[in-house]
Structure formats: C-alpha cells, structure tokens
C-alpha cells in the first residue's frame, strides 16, 4: 500500500506541475489500480469476517475476472495490430501482383 501512496503522490505532483504526458497517468493509473483492490479486499474481508470461505472465493474469483479483463483488453489491441499488418502485407503482395498499370488510358 505504501508504494501505491507513493506511486500516487508522484503522479499527482507531475499533474499538478501541469506536465500532462504519459508518465503522470501512468503513475496515477497504477496508484489507482492497487489501492482500489486493496480496498476491494477490506470490504470482503469485513463482509465475510465469520465466512472465511466466502472471502477466499469472492476474492479468488474477481482476481480472475481482473485478470481476463486485462487479457482481454491487452488482446484487443494485439489483434488490431495483426490486422494491421496483415492488411499492409495483402496490399503490398496485390500491388506487386497486378500487371497493369493502376490508370488506364484505353479510349474506344
């Protein structure tokens, strides 16, 4: 929890500063990010205190539903850069193949 604090007060600072670039939400983000899931875990630890079980399952389960949240959105962006790639590559591979000349000039 203390780097999470640490993480947020150094994002927090380059905010304030007004240096708006990546590094001040990416600190930010990943302050956000461990300290809500360190809350998340307080309130199923206090909800499920004389249920042990309960907790471990609820906490076991939304690590998992974190977890292919994050997959899934990691894999969105993979699969929008194979498509990319593979639209330039089929491109490149048509102009190359076709033999005539992209305007033609045929008058009847």
Do not use: D, K
Request: proline share 3%.
């Amino acid at each position: 929890m203390a780097i999470a604090l640490l993480l947020a007060c150094g994002g927090l600072v380059l905010w304030l500063e007004r240096r708006t670039g990546p590094i001040s939400r990416v600190l930010l983000s990943a302050a956000l990010g461990a300290l809500a899931f360190s809350y998340f875990r307080l309130i199923l630890v206090a909800a499920f205190a004389e249920r042990q079980a309960w907790f471990v399952f609820w906490e076991e389960l939304s690590e998992f539903a974190y977890i292919v949240g994050i997959g899934a959105f990691v894999l969105s962006f993979r699969l929008s850069s194979v498509a990319n790639a593979l639209t330039r590559a089929l491109t490149q591979i048509v102009r190359r193949a076709w033999p005539f000349p992209s305007t033609s000039s045929c008058s009847a």
